[in-house]
């Protein structure tokens, strides 16, 4: 039995089809004038909280966000090293960057788990609520003065957008220092 269909219904080759209703996104944005995520115009990070710290990171940096997952403490470690989280198999490194960096903030209420790098080099940070996406102008960028001492070696910048300072991390300078200061804490280091 076969379907019989509307008078103004057409049957279309499905490779067709498959471009029917669709837009040309860089067509699309240049006929518009809305900016695109390539627009030399300004760089997208992903922000969050880190008790008082607020920062950011390339996209490119973070590979995951999740809820907070159960973290495994590890005996004679740092404050800093809250322990290891397994996320689909895998042993993450868990650290409290705002304890890493000097300091002192209290408990997030909404905890999130964000995971920088990628497979075997990933470690996750505790952050404060979700994420955002920060949109910085060439004439934002800053200096990174206002950073805690604790935290400046690991900064690419920093940049002054609707009035609030967001740091930018360097997440291969941060992981390399974490695996470091790890390795000094350990007996017989």
């Known amino acids: 039995m076969q379907a019989v269909l509307p008078p103004n219904l057409t049957l279309v080759p499905p490779a067709l089809a498959l471009t029917r209703g669709f837009v040309d996104a860089p067509r699309a944005a240049a006929t518009s004038g809305a900016p695109t995520a390539h627009d030399a115009s300004h760089e997208l990070r992903q922000a969050f909280r880190c008790g008082p710290l607020r920062l950011m990171v390339r996209y490119e940096d973070g590979s995951e966000l999740t809820e907070m997952p159960p973290v495994y403490k590890l005996p004679n470690t740092p404050e800093w090293f809250l322990g290891i989280?397994?996320?689909h198999g895998l042993l993450v490194p868990v650290?409290?960057?705002a304890r890493f960096a000097g300091v002192?903030?209290?408990e997030p209420q909404q905890a999130y788990l964000l995971v920088l790098s990628h497979g075997d080099d990933s470690a996750g940070v505790v952050i404060e609520?979700?994420?955002r996406r920060l949109r910085i102008l060439p004439h934002e960028h800053t200096g990174t003065d206002a950073?805690?001492?604790g935290l400046a070696?690991?900064?690419r910048g920093g940049a002054l957008t609707a009035g609030e300072l967001w740091l930018d991390l360097d997440r291969a300078a941060?992981?390399?220092a974490f695996e470091r200061a790890l390795d000094d804490t350990l007996p017989g280091a």
């Open 85 to 87: 989280a397994n996320l």
């Open 95 to 97: 650290f409290d960057l």
């Open 104 to 106: 002192q903030a209290p």
């Open 129 to 131: 609520g979700l994420p």
């Open 147 to 149: 950073a805690p001492q």
């Open 153 to 155: 070696p690991y900064l």
């Open 174 to 176: 941060l992981l390399d």
